[in-house]
């Protein structure tokens, strides 16, 4: 039966995706050559998708990931952007905890998150107007396990810092200049908890004018 080029292509394209639809021998040259680079170019795309985090692995742990999120299918996304959502994403469980490649891996997808809010108008609170409250949608907090500068320090050629207790809280919003800032005791214990009860208005205040914090829908 004569496929029509469109048919081919198809078949070709999924074909490469794994599936068992190769119009041709799956064993010739070229189409194992095809498949080499497709693959190049999916680990590619998956290594600029999550740089920062992959530089504090071993380069046996970075290959080892990188080839298990490309059998999974990573690699293939249209946009950088989403590349990098879904692969922080993959990397987010499969990360021990604790370590410094884990936070720079929360602190990408935090970053991600605040930057997405960005655009978002935080409303104004007035001071003893708290009512109910949540996390916001675009907010995070993220722990570091050492002094958050040395760690990132560390990306630009510093020594990496010994794994410490996690006595080092970094709040993330689209509200917060730069999107980020170091959080206070009362900050950190107040996102883990959320008992606003025991909370001052001018915290939850400014919290919600940075977009820490949102009054539920």
């Not at 990188?66 to 990573?74: K, L, N, P």
């Amino acid at each position: 039966m004569i496929q029509s080029l469109a048919a081919f292509q198809s078949n070709l394209g999924r074909a490469l995706l794994g599936e068992d639809t190769c119009p041709i021998d799956t064993q010739s040259p070229g189409f194992r050559f095809t498949m080499t680079v497709r693959r190049s170019w999916c680990e590619g795309r998956s290594i600029m998708a999550a740089r920062a985090v992959l530089s504090f692995m071993t380069r046996v742990d970075q290959q080892r990931l990188v080839r298990e999120y490309v059998d999974h299918g990573g690699g293939l996304a249209w946009f950088q952007a989403t590349e990098s959502e879904r692969f922080l994403a993959f990397l987010a469980v499969k990360l021990p905890e604790p370590s410094h490649a884990l936070t720079i891996c929360r602190m990408s997808q935090a970053l991600a998150k605040a930057r997405l809010g960005s655009s978002t108008v935080v409303p104004l609170v007035k001071q003893g107007e708290v009512g109910l409250v949540e996390r916001g949608r675009h907010a995070a907090l993220v722990w570091f396990y050492a002094d958050p500068g040395e760690v990132m320090a560390a990306l630009n050629g510093g020594q990496l810092p010994p794994i410490g207790p996690p006595s080092h809280a970094v709040l993330f919003a689209p509200g917060i200049q730069g999107l980020f800032r170091v959080a206070t005791e009362a900050e950190a214990a107040l996102w883990d908890t959320l008992a606003v009860a025991n909370a001052t208005p001018a915290l939850v205040s400014a919290l919600l004018m940075e977009g820490v914090l949102a009054h539920p829908p």
